[in-house]
């Protein structure tokens, strides 16, 4: 004799699915410090692309809210007190009332303070996630002023689409950006970016040369490398002055066969190399971490 068929109990909560987002790593192809403002903010001016690698946010809005750590650099990160994942929910939740917030998990991929904005991404997912999960529109202007109240980099992040950067952050002009390979290389040195901004020395007030003419667009790689010529890294001399070790990694990435270009991302210590194609950075790629297997080293795609 069988046993009596159960039906399933039946549940007051609708099952949701987990959501996930990714979160790409932001490069400043070039960057401008025009200035620094009584707020001691500097006036920025920055094309930034968008990366194929990043980290990875899931979340489960039925889960207790709160944030779990995974992945290669889970190590290198604490949950609380300073961790961008849960400061931009509470910007979002002071904004939003009756916002619901369940539970993040951070697959951390990047490594931290290192130019390339991984915290900033993660924080810009985040409020992708509890947009998506709280049927707010992407383009509310709640998620924008969070952004902002989070960190300098996260609305560009939100963005998440080559742009040109200005002010301290919050004003971006959407530019279509033909496609590079390229190569990140970070040699695990973390530099501080208020750090970074303070040894360049600039007075409240002060002010420097403009930046170049924006261009309407760029039809070509050879087009972005000749403006890219004239937008350097502001940012570069004073990291490197402040490690000077840092020039063994633009030295390696110069080293690489087929790169077009060799500069610093943001406050450091990420560098980067730009090539006609994926290939090519892979190939550089191999090159590097034969010889510094002590480096992170990412092949990817920019633009
Ligand atoms: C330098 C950049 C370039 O994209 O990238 P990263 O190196 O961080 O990736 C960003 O401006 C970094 O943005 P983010 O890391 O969000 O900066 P915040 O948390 O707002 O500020 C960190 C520190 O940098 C200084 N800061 C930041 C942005 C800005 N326009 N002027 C500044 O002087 C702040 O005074 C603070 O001491
Ligand atoms: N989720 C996060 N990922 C990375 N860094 C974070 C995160 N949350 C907080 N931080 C802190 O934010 C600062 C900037 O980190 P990050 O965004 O990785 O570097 P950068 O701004 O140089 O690109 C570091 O002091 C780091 O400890």
Known sequence: MHPPETAALPSTRRPVAPLLERAPAKVNLGLRVLGRRADGYHELWSLVA??????????????????GLAGPGAATLAVEPDNLV??????LAGRVSGLEVGRFTLDKRLPVSSGIG????????????????????QDDARLFEAALATGSDV????????????GRGESLTP????????????????????????????AAGETRAPPPA??????????????????????EPPARRLEPSLQ?????????????????????ATFFGLYDDCRAAAR????????RPDWWVKPTVLG
């Open 118 to 137: 991984g915290g900033s991404a993660d924080a810009a997912a985040v409020l992708r996630l509890l947009a998506r999960a709280n049927g707010l529109a």
């Open 175 to 202: 530019l279509r950006l033909p496609r590079f390979g390229a190569l990140l290389v970070n040699p695990r040195i973390p530099v501080a970016t208020g750090a970074v901004f303070r040894a360049l020395g600039l």
């Open 86 to 91: 849960l400061k931009a929910a509470r910007e």
């Open 284 to 291: 550089a790629a191999k090159q590097i971490a034969a010889a």
């Open 214 to 235: 924006m261009p309407d667009g760029f039809a070509t790689r050879a087009e972005v490398l000749a403006f890219l010529a004239d937008l350097p890294n502001d940012l």
């Open 50 to 67: 968008f990366a194929g690698a990043g980290d990875r946010l899931t979340y489960d809005p039925a889960g207790a809210p709160g944030l």
């Open 248 to 268: 063994e990694v633009a030295e390696r990435l110069a080293g690489t066969p087929a790169v077009r270009l060799v500069r610093m991302s943001g406050s450091g």
């Open 155 to 166: 609305p560009a992040c939100l963005h998440g689409r080559s742009c040109l950067m200005a």
